[in-house]
Protein backbone atom coordinates (compact mmCIF):
# COMPACT_ATOMS: atom_id res chain seq x y z
CA UNK A 1 0.00 0.00 0.00
CA UNK A 2 1.34 3.34 -0.66
CA UNK A 3 1.55 6.06 1.60
CA UNK A 4 0.73 9.35 1.06
CA UNK A 5 4.09 11.25 3.04
CA UNK A 6 2.92 13.20 6.33
CA UNK A 7 5.21 15.24 8.18
CA UNK A 8 5.03 13.46 11.56
CA UNK A 9 5.85 15.34 14.93
CA UNK A 10 8.17 12.62 16.66
CA UNK A 11 9.82 13.73 19.61
CA UNK A 12 12.13 10.77 19.85
CA UNK A 13 11.48 7.27 19.66
CA UNK A 14 12.78 4.23 22.12
CA UNK A 15 13.22 0.59 21.36
CA UNK A 16 11.72 -2.24 23.75
CA UNK A 17 12.63 -5.71 24.17
CA UNK A 18 10.20 -7.22 26.32
CA UNK A 19 9.12 -11.08 27.54
CA UNK A 20 6.22 -12.53 26.08
CA UNK A 21 4.56 -15.42 26.60
CA UNK A 22 7.67 -18.06 26.38
CA UNK A 23 9.26 -15.86 23.48
CA UNK A 24 11.28 -12.68 23.23
CA UNK A 25 9.44 -9.64 21.89
CA UNK A 26 10.50 -6.13 20.51
CA UNK A 27 8.88 -2.77 19.59
CA UNK A 28 9.24 0.46 20.00
CA UNK A 29 7.39 3.43 21.64
CA UNK A 30 7.46 6.93 19.50
CA UNK A 31 6.93 10.08 21.43
CA UNK A 32 5.29 13.22 19.98
CA UNK A 33 7.34 16.66 19.93
CA UNK A 34 6.26 17.48 23.74
CA UNK A 35 5.04 21.39 24.09
CA UNK A 36 6.67 23.37 26.66
CA UNK A 37 6.22 22.32 29.51
CA UNK A 38 4.56 18.89 28.89
CA UNK A 39 5.99 15.40 30.85
CA UNK A 40 2.91 12.60 29.96
CA UNK A 41 1.23 11.65 27.29
CA UNK A 42 -1.89 9.67 26.19
CA UNK A 43 -0.73 6.40 24.79
CA UNK A 44 -2.09 4.57 21.26
CA UNK A 45 -1.64 1.25 21.49
CA UNK A 46 -1.35 -0.79 18.44
CA UNK A 47 -3.18 -4.79 18.56
CA UNK A 48 -2.55 -6.02 15.38
CA UNK A 49 -3.99 -8.53 12.69
CA UNK A 50 -3.06 -11.76 12.52
CA UNK A 51 -1.05 -11.40 9.38
CA UNK A 52 2.75 -11.87 9.04
CA UNK A 53 3.15 -7.85 9.14
CA UNK A 54 5.91 -6.70 11.45
CA UNK A 55 5.24 -2.83 13.42
CA UNK A 56 6.24 -0.79 10.25
CA UNK A 57 3.04 -2.11 8.11
CA UNK A 58 1.43 0.44 11.22
CA UNK A 59 3.56 3.28 10.30
CA UNK A 60 0.81 4.89 8.89
CA UNK A 61 -1.58 4.82 11.90
CA UNK A 62 1.11 5.83 14.18
CA UNK A 63 1.64 8.88 12.23
CA UNK A 64 -2.05 9.93 12.77
CA UNK A 65 -1.82 9.37 16.05
CA UNK A 66 1.70 11.08 16.90
CA UNK A 67 0.48 14.25 15.55
CA UNK A 68 -2.52 14.47 17.72
CA UNK A 69 -0.22 13.81 20.34
CA UNK A 70 0.04 10.51 21.55
CA UNK A 71 3.08 8.40 22.22
CA UNK A 72 2.50 5.18 20.15
CA UNK A 73 3.41 1.24 21.19
CA UNK A 74 3.64 -0.84 18.37
CA UNK A 75 5.97 -4.47 18.23
CA UNK A 76 6.54 -7.57 16.35
CA UNK A 77 4.00 -9.91 17.06
CA UNK A 78 6.05 -13.63 17.44
CA UNK A 79 7.39 -14.83 14.52
CA UNK A 80 7.90 -11.46 12.77
CA UNK A 81 10.05 -8.65 12.59
CA UNK A 82 12.40 -8.78 15.73
CA UNK A 83 10.43 -10.86 17.51
CA UNK A 84 11.49 -14.28 18.51
CA UNK A 85 9.60 -17.35 16.95
CA UNK A 86 8.05 -20.08 19.35
CA UNK A 87 5.24 -22.70 19.76
CA UNK A 88 4.71 -22.98 22.74
CA UNK A 89 2.90 -20.28 24.76
CA UNK A 90 -0.49 -17.59 24.13
CA UNK A 91 -0.55 -14.80 21.72
CA UNK A 92 -3.02 -13.44 23.48
CA UNK A 93 -0.97 -13.24 26.69
CA UNK A 94 1.69 -11.87 24.18
CA UNK A 95 -0.35 -8.84 23.45
CA UNK A 96 -1.48 -8.12 27.03
CA UNK A 97 2.11 -8.22 28.49
CA UNK A 98 3.02 -6.27 25.42
CA UNK A 99 -0.23 -3.37 26.64
CA UNK A 100 1.58 -3.75 30.16
CA UNK A 101 5.04 -3.26 28.89
CA UNK A 102 3.43 -0.16 27.17
CA UNK A 103 1.91 1.40 29.81
CA UNK A 104 4.66 1.39 31.96
CA UNK A 105 7.18 3.68 29.98
CA UNK A 106 8.06 6.81 31.15
CA UNK A 107 6.00 9.69 30.08
CA UNK A 108 2.52 7.95 29.47
CA UNK A 109 -0.57 9.00 31.05
CA UNK A 110 -2.18 5.64 31.58
CA UNK A 111 -5.57 7.76 32.11
CA UNK A 112 -5.62 8.59 28.41
CA UNK A 113 -5.05 5.46 26.56
CA UNK A 114 -6.45 4.46 23.39
CA UNK A 115 -6.32 1.02 22.02
CA UNK A 116 -6.12 0.38 18.16
CA UNK A 117 -7.08 -3.25 16.87
CA UNK A 118 -7.17 -4.30 13.48
CA UNK A 119 -9.27 -6.95 11.69
CA UNK A 120 -8.39 -10.21 14.15
CA UNK A 121 -6.78 -7.83 16.87
CA UNK A 122 -11.06 -6.84 17.16
CA UNK A 123 -11.33 -10.53 17.84
CA UNK A 124 -8.30 -11.20 20.11
CA UNK A 125 -9.26 -8.07 22.24
CA UNK A 126 -13.32 -8.70 22.25
CA UNK A 127 -12.72 -12.31 24.07
CA UNK A 128 -9.83 -10.39 26.20
CA UNK A 129 -10.98 -7.31 27.01
CA UNK A 130 -10.91 -8.12 30.80
CA UNK A 131 -7.82 -8.89 30.60
CA UNK A 132 -6.65 -5.74 28.57
CA UNK A 133 -9.00 -3.44 31.05
CA UNK A 134 -7.40 -5.60 34.33
CA UNK A 135 -4.32 -3.90 33.25
CA UNK A 136 -5.30 -0.29 32.18
CA UNK A 137 -9.30 0.24 31.45
CA UNK A 138 -8.60 2.46 28.02
CA UNK A 139 -10.32 5.63 27.22
CA UNK A 140 -11.08 4.41 24.37
CA UNK A 141 -10.94 1.40 21.33
CA UNK A 142 -10.99 2.42 17.96
CA UNK A 143 -11.64 -0.98 15.57
CA UNK A 144 -10.79 -1.11 11.96
CA UNK A 145 -11.82 -3.95 9.81
CA UNK A 146 -14.16 -5.21 13.25
CA UNK A 147 -15.30 -8.49 13.21
CA UNK A 148 -17.33 -8.00 16.61
CA UNK A 149 -20.74 -8.09 15.41
CA UNK A 150 -23.69 -7.07 17.48
CA UNK A 151 -23.82 -9.27 20.45
CA UNK A 152 -20.28 -10.03 20.74
CA UNK A 153 -19.25 -5.62 20.58
CA UNK A 154 -20.86 -5.16 24.12
CA UNK A 155 -17.36 -6.92 25.64
CA UNK A 156 -15.63 -3.31 24.75
CA UNK A 157 -16.34 -1.81 27.86
CA UNK A 158 -15.23 1.67 26.50
CA UNK A 159 -16.00 4.81 24.37
CA UNK A 160 -15.88 3.27 20.69
CA UNK A 161 -14.73 4.05 16.75
CA UNK A 162 -15.30 1.96 13.93
CA UNK A 163 -13.70 2.06 10.89
CA UNK A 164 -15.01 -0.05 7.66
CA UNK A 165 -14.24 -0.42 4.20
CA UNK A 166 -17.02 0.03 1.71
CA UNK A 167 -15.36 -2.70 0.21
CA UNK A 168 -14.49 -4.81 3.22
CA UNK A 169 -15.78 -8.88 2.20
CA UNK A 170 -17.71 -8.75 5.71
CA UNK A 171 -20.66 -6.29 5.53
CA UNK A 172 -20.33 -3.00 6.90
CA UNK A 173 -23.74 -2.28 7.45
CA UNK A 174 -23.29 -5.75 10.56
CA UNK A 175 -20.07 -5.08 11.42
CA UNK A 176 -20.75 -0.99 11.31
CA UNK A 177 -23.33 0.05 11.53
CA UNK A 178 -25.25 -2.71 13.77
CA UNK A 179 -22.33 -3.11 15.89
CA UNK A 180 -22.22 0.71 16.58
CA UNK A 181 -25.58 1.16 17.16
CA UNK A 182 -25.72 -1.99 19.88
CA UNK A 183 -22.67 -0.94 21.59
CA UNK A 184 -25.06 2.30 22.28
CA UNK A 185 -27.58 0.64 23.22
CA UNK A 186 -25.73 -1.65 26.04
CA UNK A 187 -23.24 0.61 27.11
CA UNK A 188 -23.04 4.71 28.44
CA UNK A 189 -19.43 5.41 26.88
CA UNK A 190 -20.80 6.29 23.20
CA UNK A 191 -19.76 4.61 20.52
CA UNK A 192 -19.17 6.01 16.35
CA UNK A 193 -19.02 4.69 13.02
CA UNK A 194 -17.01 5.63 9.75
CA UNK A 195 -17.91 3.65 6.16
CA UNK A 196 -14.89 4.89 3.68
CA UNK A 197 -16.17 4.91 0.39
CA UNK A 198 -14.07 2.92 -2.28
CA UNK A 199 -11.99 1.86 1.11
CA UNK A 200 -10.77 -2.49 0.82
CA UNK A 201 -10.36 -4.20 4.22
CA UNK A 202 -7.35 -2.24 4.99
CA UNK A 203 -8.91 1.12 4.38
CA UNK A 204 -6.62 1.37 1.25
CA UNK A 205 -8.65 4.25 -1.08
CA UNK A 206 -8.59 1.66 -3.84
CA UNK A 207 -8.60 4.34 -6.55
CA UNK A 208 -5.17 5.78 -6.00
CA UNK A 209 -3.15 3.37 -3.16
CA UNK A 210 -3.33 5.08 -0.25
CA UNK A 211 -4.47 4.75 3.24
CA UNK A 212 -8.39 6.19 3.08
CA UNK A 213 -8.03 10.08 3.65
CA UNK A 214 -11.65 10.25 5.27
CA UNK A 215 -10.74 7.25 7.56
CA UNK A 216 -7.75 9.42 8.75
CA UNK A 217 -9.94 12.60 9.45
CA UNK A 218 -12.14 10.82 11.17
CA UNK A 219 -9.03 9.12 13.10
CA UNK A 220 -7.83 12.08 13.54
CA UNK A 221 -10.76 13.64 14.78
CA UNK A 222 -11.56 11.32 17.59
CA UNK A 223 -8.21 10.93 18.64
CA UNK A 224 -8.10 14.44 19.94
CA UNK A 225 -11.41 14.34 21.49
CA UNK A 226 -10.22 12.08 23.95
CA UNK A 227 -7.30 14.11 25.16
Not at 131 to 146: E, M
Amino acid sequence: MTQVAVKTLVGYSEEVVFAGDQVRLAGQIDYPLPSPYQSTFPLLFMLHHAGCDDREAYTHLAEIALNCGYAVFRWDKRGTGRSGCSGAGSTTQDAVNAYEVALDREHIDRRHTVILAQDAGTGLLGDSFGLFARAQHPAGVALISNLLDQNAISAIDSRLLILMGQQDWNPWQEYGRDAAEAHNRENRHGAEYFVAPYADRSLTDIRYGVFHGGARAVLDEWLRSII
